[in-house]
């Protein structure tokens, strides 16, 4: 091999490892595209064969995907094992929402402590931005964008974190998370005040970890899931008491009764 053959390998190598990190950290976003070849080349400071090899390479590994021939994009990381049938199977079984919920209580209190720890002055202008828009998706009334803005605050309070495992693994998830919202407040929405409760909450979260308080963004937290908890529990008993009031009224559909 020549000189020059090793040095473009090296350079691809150096290419893949970079565009590999910037994934990893999360500045790469999973679904989102890369730049077109030309300027991604440029930005690079490599030449358009050498990118390519170097994209290859990542490719290869599963961390690009093609883009529906729009050049290449971030691959949906974990996708596959988050979507396992068993995860899906859990996910559909009501009586085991409580149990998602405490899992949800564990981990995002822990990372809004670190949060609090860890986070800079850009991770902090960024959940400002987050509140502001809660905020006016709530002047709004407007439930999809609440909901969009509520998993928006999730995620970046993972990031804030800085623990990569942790944002990784949770940004797999959050299509689930997404959905998890949508459902949530669907439900707790037909509760008097729910809506002002959890601006409230979530702003409690992100108060306290711009004011550098780890267990004050923890103690939000855990009121935020608590809360969530406990009135949805109250719905499932309320609906379960309803249920039994409907099958006792007709005998179940069992019974001859007369009308």
């Known amino acids: 091999m020549s000189g020059s053959a090793i040095k473009s390998e090296k350079a691809a190598e150096s290419v893949a490892r970079h565009i590999e990190a910037l994934i990893l950290e999360g500045t790469l976003r ?112 407007d439930p999809e964008q609440e909901a969009e803005a509520d998993t928006e605050l999730h995620l970046l309070i993972y990031e804030a974190s800085h623990n990569l495992v942790l944002l990784q693994i949770m940004r797999a998830l959050s299509g689930n998370l997404r959905r998890d919202v949508i459902h949530n407040r669907g439900r707790l929405f037909t509760l008097p005040g729910t809506r002002e409760q959890l601006r409230n909450q979530h702003r409690a979260i992100a108060r306290a970890i711009i004011a550098r308080d780890p267990r004050a963004a923890q103690e939000a937290a855990h009121r935020h899931l608590a809360y969530i908890r406990l009135r949805l529990r109250e719905i499932r008993e309320s609906e379960a008491k309803l249920d039994v009031s409907r099958r006792r009224d007709d005998g179940g559909g069992l019974a001859a009764r007369s009308p």
């Open 30 to 141: 999973p679904g989102e595209p890369l730049l077109p070849e030309r300027e991604l080349a440029k930005r690079l400071d490599v030449s358009r064969p050498t990118l390519r090899d170097g994209l290859k390479a990542l490719q290869e590994k599963g961390l690009l995907q093609s883009g529906d021939g729009r050049g290449l994009r971030v691959a949906h990381l974990g996708a596959a094992a988050i979507s396992d049938p068993l995860l899906t199977l859990l996910s559909e079984r009501a009586e085991l929402a409580d149990d998602y919920l405490e899992f949800r209580d564990i981990v995002e209190c822990q990372a809004a402590a670190l949060a609090a720890k860890r986070a800079n002055d850009i991770d902090l202008r960024r959940l400002r931005t987050c509140l502001e828009r809660i905020d006016l998706a709530h002047a709004a009334a």
